[in-house]
C-alpha cells in the first residue's frame, strides 16, 4: 500500500521517508522509529498525543495512521513538500551575502500567526510540545507551516523532566528548577528563539542553564537566579543582564551597519543572509526583537506571553502597511512608530536611536530581573 520510498532524513530517533500512498491516492511521510532507539512507553506518548491533536487543525502536522512491527513503530503522517524550516533557510542563506541578502517570498507574520494558531490549539487540549525550533516546523508547498515532532510532547501542566528538548532553544528553567516548570510557558520561550533563528539565521546562545534555584514570587516553580558572571554560556550570561543591549549588538548592529554601507568588522555577532519579504523596515526588525525580548524570551516565565506578543506583532505589521514604502529595507522610523514611542520620531540618526531605546529599556529590565530574583 505504500511504494516509492524515499528517504527524507535520519536523526537519532527515527528515518523519515517520502511514500506514495494507494489508498489515499497521495504522498505520506512514514517516519519509521526502530524498537531499540525508543522506548514503549516514548513512542505510545507520541502517538496519544497526536491522536488528541487529530486531523482538523490546518497548522499541526497530522497522524493518519499507525503500525508495529517486530522491528519499529511507524507513524504515517502528512506530507509536507517543503521540508523543514531549517532546511529551507540553510538553502535560502547559501544563495544570500553580507550586503546582499536572499529575500525569502514568504510573510514572517504569516508565519507567526500560524505557529501561534498551532499551540494556542495544542495548549487548549493541555499539550504542551517541548521542541520548538525550525526543524520541527514544517513547509507546505503553498508557504503554509506545519508543526510536528510531538516526541518531547506532554499533557502535564508542570514537569520535573530536567532532560527534555533542544539545548538552544530551551527555557532556562527546563534546566532546573524547584517547583518543575509550566510547560506552556517553555513553549513560548522555545517561539521566541525560533522567531530569532528565523529572523538571523543564528541562535542567540548555546543554552540558557543557569545554576542556583530560587522560588517564584507565589512560591510555586521556582525559575534559576540570575547572578552576575555564572551562566554557563557567555552569550547567555550577557542576555541576561541586558537583553537589549546584547540582542542589539549581536542581530541588530551588523544589520544597521551593512544597511548604512559601512563594513562590519567586530565578530560578535554575524550580519543576516537574508530578509523576509514583509521585512522591509529595519525599525520593524527592531520592534519586532524588543516583542520577543519582552513577551516570549522573557527570563521569567510569569513574563511570557504568546497572545500578548501576537497583538504587539500584528500593530507593528498593521502600522509598516500604513506607511510602506517601495519594499526597500528602510531606516525610516515613522513606518512602524507606535504610540508609546512618538517621542522617538524625531530621531533622524537610525543606529543612534535603536542604540538608545535599548539601552535605556535595558534599565526597565534589569530591575523587573532584579525584582524578580
Ligand atoms: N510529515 C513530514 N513531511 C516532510 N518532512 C518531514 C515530515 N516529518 C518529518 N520530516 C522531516 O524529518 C525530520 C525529522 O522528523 P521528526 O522531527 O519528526 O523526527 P525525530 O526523530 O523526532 O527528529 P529529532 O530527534 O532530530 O528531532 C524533520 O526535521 C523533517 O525534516
Ligand atoms: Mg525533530
Given at each position: 500500500?505504500?511504494?516509492?520510498?524515499?528517504?527524507?532524513?535520519?536523526?537519532?530517533?527515527?528515518?523519515?521517508?517520502?511514500?506514495?500512498?494507494?489508498?489515499?491516492?497521495?504522498?505520506?511521510?512514514?517516519?519509521?522509529?526502530?524498537?531499540?532507539?525508543?522506548?514503549?512507553?516514548?513512542?505510545?506518548?507520541?502517538?496519544?498525543?497526536?491522536?488528541?491533536?487529530?486531523?482538523?487543525?490546518?497548522?499541526?502536522?497530522?497522524?493518519?495512521?499507525?503500525?508495529?512491527?517486530?522491528?519499529?513503530?511507524?507513524?504515517?503522517?502528512?506530507?509536507?513538500?517543503?521540508?523543514?524550516?531549517?532546511?529551507?533557510?540553510?538553502?535560502?542563506?547559501?544563495?544570500?551575502?553580507?550586503?546582499?541578502?536572499?529575500?525569502?517570498?514568504?510573510?514572517?507574520?504569516?508565519?507567526?500567526?500560524?505557529?501561534?494558531?498551532?499551540?494556542?490549539?495544542?495548549?487548549?487540549?493541555?499539550?504542551?510540545?517541548?521542541?520548538?525550533?525550525?526543524?520541527?516546523?514544517?513547509?507546505?508547498?503553498?508557504?503554509?507551516?506545519?508543526?510536528?515532532?510531538?516526541?518531547?510532547?506532554?499533557?502535564?501542566?508542570?514537569?520535573?523532566?530536567?532532560?527534555?528538548?533542544?539545548?538552544?532553544?530551551?527555557?532556562?528553567?527546563?534546566?532546573g528548577?524547584?517547583?518543575?516548570?509550566?510547560?506552556?510557558?517553555?513553549?513560548?520561550?522555545?517561539?521566541?528563539?525560533?522567531?530569532?533563528?528565523?529572523?538571523?539565521?543564528?541562535?542567540?546562545?548555546?543554552?540558557?542553564e543557569l545554576p542556583g534555584?530560587?522560588?517564584?514570587?507565589?512560591?510555586?516553580?521556582?525559575?534559576a537566579?540570575?547572578t552576575?558572571?555564572v551562566a554557563k554560556?557567555?552569550?547567555?550570561?550577557?542576555?541576561?543582564?541586558?537583553?537589549?543591549?546584547?540582542?542589539?549588538?549581536?542581530?541588530?548592529?551588523?544589520?544597521?551597519?551593512?544597511?548604512?554601507?559601512?563594513?562590519?568588522?567586530?565578530?560578535?555577532?554575524?550580519?543576516?543572509?537574508?530578509?523576509?519579504?514583509?521585512?522591509?523596515?529595519?525599525?520593524?526588525?527592531?520592534?519586532?526583537?524588543?516583542?520577543?525580548?519582552?513577551?516570549?524570551?522573557?527570563?521569567?516565565?510569569?513574563?511570557?506571553?504568546?497572545?500578548?506578543?501576537?497583538?504587539?506583532?500584528?500593530?507593528?505589521?498593521?502600522?509598516?502597511?500604513?506607511?510602506?514604502?517601495?519594499?526597500?529595507?528602510?531606516?525610516?522610523?515613522?513606518?512602524?512608530?507606535?504610540?508609546?514611542?512618538?517621542?522617538?520620531?524625531?530621531?533622524?540618526?537610525?543606529?543612534?536611536?535603536?542604540?538608545?531605546?535599548?539601552?535605556?529599556?535595558?534599565?526597565?529590565?534589569?530591575?523587573?530581573?532584579?525584582?524578580?530574583?
Amino acid at each position: 500500500m505504500y511504494s516509492n520510498l524515499e528517504q527524507i532524513q535520519s536523526g537519532s530517533f527515527s528515518t523519515v521517508y517520502k511514500a506514495w500512498c494507494s489508498t489515499l491516492n497521495k504522498y505520506v511521510a512514514l517516519k519509521v522509529i526502530p524498537r531499540q532507539k525508543y522506548t514503549e512507553a516514548g513512542i505510545m506518548n507520541e502517538f496519544r498525543i497526536m491522536k488528541l491533536l487529530g486531523t482538523k487543525h490546518p497548522n499541526i502536522c497530522s497522524m493518519i495512521d499507525y503500525y508495529e512491527d517486530e522491528n519499529n513503530y511507524i507513524l504515517v503522517l502528512e506530507y509536507c513538500e517543503c521540508g523543514d524550516m531549517y532546511d529551507f533557510l540553510s538553502i535560502v542563506k547559501r544563495q544570500g551575502s553580507v550586503g546582499h541578502p536572499a529575500l525569502i517570498q514568504l510573510d514572517f507574520i504569516k508565519i507567526i500567526q500560524q505557529l501561534y494558531s498551532a499551540l494556542n490549539y495544542a495548549h487548549s487540549l493541555g499539550i504542551a510540545h517541548r521542541d520548538i525550533k525550525p526543524e520541527n516546523i514544517l513547509l507546505t508547498k503553498e508557504g503554509n507551516i506545519k508543526l510536528a515532532d510531538w516526541g518531547h510532547a506532554t499533557l502535564n501542566k508542570v514537569s520535573k523532566d530536567f532532560n527534555i528538548g533542544t539545548d538552544n532553544y530551551r527555557a532556562p528553567e527546563t534546566f532546573g528548577c524547584l517547583n518543575g516548570y509550566d510547560t506552556a510557558k517553555c513553549d513560548t520561550w522555545g517561539v521566541g528563539v525560533t522567531l530569532f533563528y528565523l529572523m538571523f539565521g543564528q541562535c542567540p546562545f548555546r543554552n540558557a542553564e543557569l545554576p542556583g534555584l530560587l522560588p517564584n514570587s507565589n512560591g510555586s516553580a521556582g525559575i534559576a537566579a540570575p547572578t552576575v558572571g555564572v551562566a554557563k554560556c557567555r552569550n547567555f550570561q550577557q542576555y541576561l543582564m541586558d537583553p537589549y543591549g546584547f540582542i542589539y549588538r549581536y542581530f541588530l548592529e551588523p544589520i544597521v551597519c551593512v544597511h548604512q554601507g559601512n563594513e562590519y568588522t567586530s565578530n560578535e555577532g554575524k550580519p543576516s543572509l537574508y530578509v523576509w519579504q514583509d521585512m522591509v523596515n529595519i525599525y520593524q526588525i527592531f520592534y519586532v526583537c524588543r516583542i520577543i525580548i519582552d513577551n516570549l524570551a522573557a527570563i521569567d516565565p510569569d513574563d511570557r506571553s504568546m497572545a500578548k506578543s501576537l497583538t504587539l506583532f500584528e500593530k507593528v505589521w498593521n502600522y509598516n502597511d500604513q506607511y510602506n514604502s517601495n519594499g526597500n529595507l528602510s531606516t525610516d522610523e515613522s513606518n512602524v512608530t507606535d504610540n508609546n514611542n512618538s517621542d522617538n520620531a524625531n530621531n533622524s540618526n537610525s543606529a543612534a536611536f535603536m542604540k538608545d531605546s535599548f539601552n535605556n529599556t535595558s534599565m526597565e529590565r534589569k530591575q523587573i530581573i532584579s525584582k524578580s530574583s
